[in-house]
């Protein structure tokens, strides 16, 4: 049995490979430790491999399969950091539901994956832990927030993993790493257990080799939960009955506005291949206007920053987590000059910005500019998005402007990486279910990638058009050697 090559399949064809007997659930595992072993210290995608992987009853959909989880989602009896010095040391006493779920359902936690600190980043270079790297190109970022993941899941360490998404955090690593990135319905998949960054737009998704995977995944996670009040009680149906109905037929909408400006060269050369390749196997693009989607961007930067603002409150040194200690021998401090401190050793600079930015637009006199406004822009734009659904089925944008900068290439600017979420925030805002596919790589060798949106609890339709793309441009069959041809 070759780690390489159980390293290069899918979680369905890993569940076939078990079920013929080729290979058990505990050699599929060691098959993964090792190519962690020999991957992961160039990658930094990890950032706790586990000395005993955590190992299910066998019998779920997913027995025997291997996985990680993102930094800020709860596995009980382990560090749950977020990547923030200000968390260090601090051991979960639960498990979020997701973690819960994926056990019940047979799979198997390795360990726990790299993120921008509080998933405030979209390069995973804010992690107290240090950056990762994209397993294409070395010297590019993977995304983020949920960059570890992604380039776990790129680089075969894991069959899937997950991440969280607030503004495109699972979808825009996706990109990045050639891989499959799904956020589900706000209210699909619980957030119990997932650390708060901005509670209105948090979800959590997988991160997977194709599309199949991530209904298979996807199906695992979904369902109410009566411990987060904001999961539907609504059945979740069979999405892997759905995603092979093809291209014919789909109606997917494309906001042209919206791509015809501050698009990089390639990728919209990309997309608009992608969208004719669907056209000429039966689907029927249709124009759609989404006039308030130039505005998601700041619209988002406002919401989520107060938000962030409130539910970072709580990590003030006194309730768990890094406490400061008295400076210049003193024996004790002030209540205020001891949470000043706390928090000033224990979070890096995106947190405290967006702490900042948060704190401002929430001040009472800025509150009705800012906040209310964007509050208002906000259902303005879920409006436009239901009545884009009432001509199509899907709504299809790039992922991302551009492919995966360099490393240290934004840092310094942060508009600049403010501005990359432009199409992926519009689904946290409104809640609708969104994926990113990828689709073929630049000539320098990094990957692209389509990005659609569909109605409320449509994930079947959403993974049968993403299902559609991967026929039409069969990045899934050319992964692997794409990648070695890149590195």
């Known amino acids: ?76 009896g382990r560090e749950l950091t977020c990547c923030s010095r200000i968390l260090k040391g601090y051991v979960s006493p639960f498990d979020a539901t997701v973690t819960a779920r994926l056990r019940e359902a047979g799979a198997t936690l390795l360990g726990v994956t790299n993120m921008d600190e509080f998933a405030m980043g979209s390069s995973t270079e804010n992690s107290h832990g240090g950056p990762s790297r994209n397993p294409w190109h070395a010297d590019a970022v993977p995304g983020g927030s949920s960059g570890g993941s992604a380039a776990a899941v790129a680089a075969g360490m894991v069959p899937f993993a997950l991440g969280s998404d607030t503004g495109g955090s699972v979808r825009q690593p996706a990109a990045f790493c050639g891989v499959v990135g799904l956020k589900p319905t706000y209210g699909r998949v619980s957030r119990f257990g997932l650390v708060a960054f901005a509670s209105s737009l948090d979800q959590v998704g997988p991160l997977t080799r194709n599309v199949r995977d991530a209904a298979l995944v996807y199906s695992a996670l979904a369902g109410h939960d009566p411990r987060d009040a904001t999961t539907m009680d609504r059945p979740v149906g069979d999405v892997l009955a759905e995603i092979e109905g093809g291209p014919a037929g789909l109606r997917v909408g494309i906001p042209r506005a919206l791509v015809s400006e501050g698009v990089d060269a390639d990728v919209r050369a990309d997309f608009e291949a992608t969208c004719e390749q669907l056209r000429k196997a039966g689907a029927q693009l249709v124009d759609v206007d989404l006039p308030a989607a130039k505005a998601a961007v700041a619209t988002y930067y406002v919401l989520c920053t107060a938000e962030a603002s409130s539910n970072l409150a709580r990590y003030d040194g006194i309730r768990y987590g890094h406490r400061a200690q008295a400076q210049d021998g003193a024996q004790e401090q002030s209540l205020v000059d001891m949470t000043c401190a706390t928090r000033t050793e224990g979070f890096g600079a995106e947190v405290k910005r967006r702490i900042v930015l948060g704190t401002f637009v929430l001040s009472a006199e800025y509150a009705e500019a800012y906040y209310n406004k964007a509050s208002q822009v906000r259902t303005l734009l879920r409006r436009e998005f239901d009545a884009a659904f009432e001509t199509c089925d899907v709504i299809a944008t790039p992922t991302s402007p551009t492919p995966a900068f360099l490393r240290g290439e934004k840092a310094a600017d942060p508009l600049a990486m403010y501005l990359g979420d432009v199409y992926t925030v519009s689904a946290n805002l409104t809640g609708l279910p969104a994926l990113s596919v990828p689709t073929a790589c630049n000539e320098a060798g990094l990957p692209l990638a389509i990005h659609l949106t569909a109605p409320a609890m449509q994930e079947g339709i959403l993974l049968r058009a993403g299902r559609a793309v991967e026929h039409v441009r069969g990045f899934d069959e050319d992964r692997w050697t794409l990648m070695e041809k890149s590195s």
Do not use: W
């Not at 390489?4 to 993964?32: I, K, N, P, W, Y």
């Not at 990890?46 to 299910?56: R, Y």
């Open 1 to 76: 049995m070759s780690g390489t090559h159980l390293s290069r399949r899918s979680v369905e064809q890993l569940l076939q490979g078990m079920d013929r007997g080729e290979f058990s659930g505990a050699e599929l595992t060691e098959a993964c430790v090792a190519r962690v072993r020999e991957a992961d210290a160039a990658l930094q995608a990890f950032v706790e491999v586990f000395d005993e992987p955590v190992a299910a009853s066998s019998g779920g959909r997913l027995s025997g399969i291997p996985y990680a989880t993102k930094a800020n989602i709860a596995v009980v």
